[in-house]
């Protein structure tokens, strides 16, 4: 997992050009205390944004609907509960970002976020 996570933290410019401004960060969700989920989006200029979805409870969400800055389809690109790092194997299984807004974001959603788990988002270009 730490190399993993290492080696996309080298190829995606969004989680370290702007380490230093807070333009880079932007919280999507940070009260959903019910759920315990938190979301942060994580951004740099002529990048693809990355999104990192945290579910802290031992409880898979889903259906959940998850603000995002842009539209389109949204893939994982790391999932902590996956089973080649000895996770249950949840997949996210984003669906396709719409216009509809939630959270202050101009997109949504929908996916499962797996229990104890980090997922990592980003939208696919190509």
């Given amino acids: 997992l730490v190399r993993d996570l290492n080696l996309i933290y080298r190829d995606r410019p969004a989680l370290w050009r702007l380490d230093s401004d807070g333009a880079g960060f932007s919280w999507l969700e940070a009260a959903d205390a019910a759920n315990n989920v938190l979301a942060f989006a994580r951004t740099a200029p002529g990048e693809p944004p990355l999104v990192c979805v945290t579910n802290l409870s031992p409880v898979p969400r889903e259906a959940y609907r998850l603000g995002t800055p842009v539209g389109g389809v949204w893939r994982e690109v790391v999932n902590t509960d996956a089973a080649v790092y000895g996770g249950s194997g949840i997949a996210a299984a984003p669906s396709a970002a719409d216009g509809d807004p939630w959270h202050g ?6 996916l ?3 229990p104890l788990a980090a997922v990592w988002l980003t939208p696919d270009i190509g």
Avoid at 105 to 110: A, E, F, G, N
């Fill in 105 to 110: 974001q101009p997109h949504s959603l929908v």
């Fill in 112 to 114: 499962t976020i797996p």
